[in-house]
């Protein structure tokens, strides 16, 4: 069973930088697709970024028009572990953030198998 876990969220004020991280349980994700979503409350999840590929092969980025310039998603292979840069953080990006994983890159959460619990993210005005 593939477990993922995040870590890193708290309380920014608004201009504020916060950095997620996703720890796979497994070594064969490192190759997947893997992404991060966000649900507010009474809002389905939306999705934020994705990436996929490795360094040999050339990796390929994907981010939701309103975070675009402002998040940046990254993956060390090595240490099976995701991260999300959220920079100028807004209070509308206020969530709970999930890292998912799965085989096809997409931007539907019903394409990733594999969720982790999720990470709160405040960010005050």
């Known amino acids: 069973q593939v477990q993922l876990e995040e870590s890193g969220g708290g309380l920014v004020q608004a201009g504020g930088s916060l950095r997620l991280s996703c720890a796979a349980s497994?070594?064969?994700?490192?190759?997947?697709?893997k992404a991060w979503f966000r649900q507010a409350p009474g809002k389905e999840h939306e999705f934020v970024a994705s990436i996929t590929g490795a360094s040999w092969s050339g990796v390929a980025t994907d981010y939701a028009d309103s975070v675009k310039g402002r998040f940046t998603i990254s993956r060390d292979n090595a240490k099976n572990t995701l991260y999300l840069q959220m920079d100028s953080l807004k209070p509308g990006d206020t969530a709970i953030y999930y890292c998912?994983?799965?085989?096809?890159?997409?931007?539907?959460?019903?394409?990733?198998?594999?969720w982790g619990q999720g990470t709160q993210v405040t960010v005050s005005s």
């Open positions: 998912a994983a799965g085989r096809v890159r997409a931007l539907s959460p019903k394409n990733y198998p594999y």
């Open positions: 497994e070594s064969t994700l490192s190759s997947s697709v």
